[in-house]
């Protein structure tokens, strides 16, 4: 084998490999990634050693020809993600490793919960982000369209226990950089103290390298069939709750759209009228209408909206919602509205 470190996943019935140093693997079982490997059973042991202590350790194989290094993923409440693991002569240090990050979607109450380091490999500062209390929003690369993508948004909206992907994003980060970044997530329910249980999505990220630019995801050739407007902000948004779900291009300046995350309306309340009569015009196709929506100052400044209906997965279908400023006639025949 060569001497990469191998990052396993263990949230499954078996310790997987996801990554192969900064290559990303489809959640191959060790067994499977090691099976001609003279020192697989001594691997084994070490992740399940590992797993057991919390905590990384170093070990000799039977021959005393190899040692085997872990370092522990721990989520900050506790859960073991994985096992970053190298193997090698005992006369010979580990290569520099790319540190992986845990992360954690509470699907049941819709909080996200990040480390540094999976902000740090997600593009995001983590010195300005905080870790816990964030919207699934927040965690989704914005603007950025990838492969697989539309499988974690149809996750997110209609989430089942047993769920698992691994896949490789291109991200760009908070200093305008184009970066990667490995991802393997699983759904199971937990358990809660008070014996409630809830659905997570437990997952790792990694640094990874840049696979074929060219690759678009469906989901991206669907929606960005034509270029961004200036002006005009769009973002996927959950049909059956209106949750806002990811960006397409920057989040809008001009109202609130983390909002309903704090539960407060985003929609001013006497516009409820224009709202049904815009639901029901959906129910046909696209809708359209100026809608007042909170602004960070608490106050309320009128959006025009536009809502399209796009299909994610197969049966799974997402609204795309296009924001911009009401032009003055817009907003003088909403204001006759009233």
């Not at 096992?83 to 090698?88: E, S």
């Not at 006369?91 to 699907?107: C, V």
């Not at 050739?221 to 397409?248: F, Y």
Request: glycine letters at 8%; hydrophobic letters at 40%.
């Amino acid at each position: 084998m060569i001497h990469d470190w191998l990052l396993v996943e263990t949230l499954g019935s078996e310790p997987t490999v996801v990554a192969q140093d900064r290559r990303t693997v489809d959640m191959v079982p060790v067994s499977e990634f090691l099976r001609r490997h003279p020192h697989l059973m001594a691997v084994q042991t070490a992740i399940g050693e590992t797993v057991r202590a919390g905590q990384g350790l170093s070990s000799i194989t039977p021959k005393n020809d190899r040692v085997i290094r872990t370092e522990v993923v721990q989520m900050s409440d506790g859960a073991i993600h994985g096992v970053h693991l190298w193997i090698g002569p005992p006369d010979m240090e580990p290569p520099e490793r790319p540190i992986p990050g845990p992360l954690k979607w509470d699907l049941t109450e819709g909080v996200a919960t990040d480390t540094p380091e999976s902000l740090r490999n997600s593009g995001r500062d983590p010195d300005n982000e905080a870790t816990s209390g964030r919207a699934f929003i927040e965690d989704l690369p914005m603007r950025d369209l990838n492969p697989g993508e539309a499988q974690v948004l149809s996750m997110m909206m209609k989430p089942v226990a047993g769920m698992s992907f691994c896949t490789t994003w291109e991200v760009t980060d908070y200093t305008g950089r184009q970066v990667a970044v490995g991802w393997a997530a699983r759904t199971r329910m937990e358990e809660e103290e008070d014996g409630s249980e809830r659905l997570i999505c437990r997952a790792i990220n990694w640094p990874c390298e840049r696979e074929d630019s060219s690759r678009q995801s469906d989901l991206g050739t669907r929606i960005l069939s034509g270029l961004a407007q200036p002006g005009v902000h769009r973002v996927l948004v959950d049909l059956g709750n209106w949750k806002l779900l990811k960006w397409l291009d920057e989040p809008a300046p001009f109202f609130d759209w983390r909002a309903r995350e704090s539960g407060l309306d985003m929609v001013h309340p006497d516009d409820s009228a224009q709202m049904a009569k815009m639901t029901i015009e959906f129910a046909e196709g696209a809708t359209s209408g100026v809608l007042r929506l909170r602004t960070a100052d608490g106050g309320w400044r009128p959006v025009h909206t536009t809502i399209y209906r796009v299909e994610l997965d197969e049966n799974t279908y997402a609204g795309l919602v296009a924001l911009r400023l009401p032009t003055a006639e817009e907003e003088a025949v909403a204001a006759r509205r009233d």
